[in-house]
């Protein structure tokens, strides 16, 4: 039963009145570790193709099939679970991926040729499609205004450690133990879904939204009381017209949320198509176009995931001061430069020239790899910000499923140049439609944004 006079308004109060805490860091990390194994599991296959190639003859479009198989789940992933997030709540459905995540990682290790592979990859795919937008905004609606951008960002900069850390032990484990080591150690989130329930609360925004205020009491309750401080609510914090409305996928389309839902499936399109085309291609571009051993494709791999790390760092330091807007901006002009850079060099291009501005685009394409989860989540309401999240996840999916593919199709029919200048046309494309389209929420709380 609920307490009167309990309100909503006043558990969004309350969150936004927590301070940053050892409690906060056990969320934080919690969360972080999912998203860890989720870039750990999802990349996977971009390490493991070099071997791939030569073992079971799989040409450039085989090759771009069973990239964008995992991306397929992921669409799925990402648009049923999202939809069960807003009904069944972020932390039971975050438990669920991490199993899926799990189970077929497993399966994948036991995969006995390319199509068995390819409809593993497929069901992996809807637990990692799943666990990255439910995880954002379970924080999200954990998180202060004031420090928001910063604290989703760390969460993100863990994909990115992931990514770096996947190519770090690949470089190591593929060669000395084989290609199905890496998703024998992907079975490991299986460990985390099984203590989730106990390391983290279900998030009382949420709760709240659902009309259960006495649970959601409860949790932030607990909360209070390992922190040995709170601080005043923000002066503009006006929640007198927040919307109690079931809302549903026609919501996504309606009133203000119309132009923003354009702009985030547009932004996490461009985002994955150009992102998740270098991380995912370019080892095997290394070895198949440029002909550099296998030990060496995978170095040239982790050189450029290790460069991309520092990229979410720098953003963290701007998101809250620059802004959204600037920060994107600035990143799909960054990236989209160098990859028109590297198709006007011509045919004359070397190995290490496609490193080093491979290197620094991926550095500024880790800003909205890891940005567009603090930005997305931000700009839906409660009822809606899961559902909205996973279809914005969808198209960055659509985008990781046609991409490759689009590669592969290229390379068999022209050359790596033309690859190049696609992506640089899509990051810049991203530029116009960010600096045209979106809405700043820096320092904003969340349902001041989106009421």
């Known amino acids: ?218 949790a932030l309750a607990g909360i209070e009381a390992r922190v040995e401080a709170v601080t005043a609510p923000p002066p503009d914090a006006d929640l ?21 839902t354009f702009c985030a499936w547009t932004i996490a399109f461009c985002t994955s198509f150009i992102g998740y085309g270098l991380i995912t291609w370019l080892p095997t571009i290394f070895r198949t176009v440029y002909h550099l051993p296998v030990d060496q494709a995978l170095r040239y791999g982790l050189i450029i995931n290790l460069v991309g790390l520092a990229g979410p760092l720098v953003c963290m330091l701007l998101i809250d001061t620059l802004g959204r807007r600037g920060s994107f901006v600035l990143a799909f002009l960054g990236g989209g430069l160098c990859m028109v850079g590297l198709w006007y060099i011509g045919a004359d291009r070397t190995p290490t020239q496609v490193l080093m501005l491979g290197a620094i685009a991926y550095f500024f394409l880790a800003f909205l790899l890891t940005g567009v989860y603090v930005y997305v989540p931000e700009t839906y309401p409660t009822r809606m910000r899961a559902l909205g999240t996973g279809t914005a996840s969808s198209f960055l999916r659509i985008a990781s499923i046609v991409g490759p593919t689009i590669v592969g199709f290229t390379l068999s029919n022209s050359n790596v140049g033309i690859v190049f200048l696609m992506f640089g046309l899509v990051s810049l494309f991203g530029a116009l439609v960010v600096a045209l389209f979106t809405v700043e929420t820096r320092g904003k709380i969340l349902e001041v944004v989106s009421p």
Request: charged share 15%; proline share 4%; with cysteine.
């Open 1 to 218: 039963m609920n307490k009167p006079g309990l309100s909503e308004q006043q558990i969004i109060t309350r969150i936004e009145r927590l301070p940053v805490s050892r409690w906060y860091a056990r969320i934080l990390g919690t969360v972080a570790v999912a998203h860890f194994f989720d870039a750990f599991d999802s990349l996977t296959i971009a390490f493991i193709l070099p071997v791939l190639v030569g073992l079971w003859k799989i040409n450039p479009s085989e090759i771009g099939l069973l990239i964008s198989a995992g991306f397929a789940g992921q669409l799925v992933g990402a648009l049923a679970l999202g939809w069960a997030a807003e009904k069944y709540g972020r932390r039971r459905v975050l438990q669920v991926s991490l199993i899926i995540i799990a189970l077929f990682s497993a399966a994948c290790a036991l995969a006995w040729d390319y199509t068995s592979l390819l409809g593993f990859r497929v069901l992996q795919g809807i637990g990692l499609g799943a666990e990255v937008p439910v995880a954002a905004t379970y924080l999200n609606e954990f998180t202060r205004a004031a420090y928001r951008g910063r604290f989703l960002l760390l969460l993100q900069w863990m994909f990115a450690i992931g990514v770096a850390v996947t190519s770090a032990v690949a470089t190591w484990l593929v060669p000395a133990f084989g290609w199905q080591s890496m998703f024998w150690l992907g079975v490991l989130p299986a460990l985390l879904a099984l203590g989730l329930r106990w390391l983290i609360p279900e998030s009382p925004r949420w709760l709240a939204g659902q009309g259960r205020l006495a649970e959601a009491d409860e």
């Open 240 to 260: 007198a017209t927040i919307s109690h409305e079931r809302a549903g996928w026609k919501d996504l389309f309606q009133g203000i949320y119309l132009r923003r």
